[in-house]
């Protein structure tokens, strides 16, 4: 088992999927360094969008049915804060760094 600092002061999670099950997006923050693709999986039964919470933002996916996924990637770094526009109350944001 490894640390989750090692190699580097603030290393971003080692991950580059989000599920999407129970309403809810898994995990809420996800970090990435810029240039990595990111992959959203609806393990739902209901439909759900990935969409910028500000208006003008690059992630829009159309709505995902069970099992369907959305990809994006990242080319600058900054907080992408997203929502699903079916259910609004279902937020989370990817933090990308350098």
């Not at 995990?27 to 360094?33: A, D, F, G, Y």
């Not at 990242?74 to 804060?81: H, N, R, S, V, W």
Request: charged fraction near 15%.
């Amino acid at each position: 088992m490894t640390s989750p600092k090692a190699g580097a002061s603030d290393a971003p999670v080692a991950a580059d999927a989000v599920a999407i099950k129970n309403f809810a997006f898994s995990p809420t923050t996800l970090k990435v360094k810029v240039g990595m693709t990111v992959t959203w999986t609806n393990q739902d039964a209901d439909a759900h969008t990935v969409t910028s919470a500000a208006s003008g933002g690059p992630l829009h996916s159309p709505a995902l049915a069970t099992h369907a996924t959305y990809s994006y990637r990242f080319t600058e770094p900054g907080t992408y804060a997203y929502l699903c526009t079916i259910h609004p109350f279902m937020t989370a944001k990817v933090e990308v760094t350098r």
